[in-house]
């Protein structure tokens, strides 16, 4: 992955959903180093990245997001969105503890909340497209 994000961890998230954006853009805002990368479920750079990590990974499943680690580890759902708070400097890093919940139980809650986040939040007809001052933080597709 190391050509991809050059060492970096890579947040992939569904870029149609309003929540999933405003996730993103709250992380950006407490990583002023730049040490995340982050890339939509819905472009081909993302199954790139998730076929270079440890998990096969369906990127039409835009349930949620999945962190991939610089050494390929791959995380997904509630695990992904704490182990990418963990790495942040916020009071909310402490919520990597949840981390000792059993995965059933979290996920059984971020799945509800995926369920209806377009309903609650909302629904883009595209992608975000980053500003300028982050787009180096976004990864592209080839081609692109």
């Known amino acids: 992955m190391d050509d991809i994000a050059e060492g970096h961890p890579v947040l ?3 870029g149609v959903c309003n929540l ?3 996730y993103i ?12 990368k982050f890339a939509p479920l819905q472009s081909e750079v993302a199954q790139e990245v998730v076929d ?13 997001f ?3 680690e610089p050494d390929g580890s791959t995380y997904t759902k509630s695990t992904a969105v704490l ?7 916020t009071p909310l890093r402490h919520l ?9 139980l979290r996920d059984i809650v971020y799945a509800v909340v995926a369920k209806s986040r377009y309903r609650v939040f909302g629904k883009r007809s595209s992608c975000m497209a980053p ?6 933080r976004f990864l592209v597709d080839p081609g692109s």
């Open 83 to 89: 182990r990418s708070l963990a790495r942040l400097d």
């Open 12 to 14: 992939l998230f569904d």
């Open 52 to 64: 270079r990590g440890d998990r096969d990974i369906d990127t039409n499943d835009l349930d949620g």
């Open 20 to 22: 999933c954006n405003s």
């Open 25 to 36: 853009e709250w992380v950006i805002r407490r990583d002023p180093g730049g040490e995340f």
């Open 131 to 136: 500003t300028p001052d982050v787009e180096d």
């Open 96 to 104: 990597k503890y949840s981390l000792y919940v059993p995965r059933v």
């Open 66 to 68: 999945v962190l991939v």
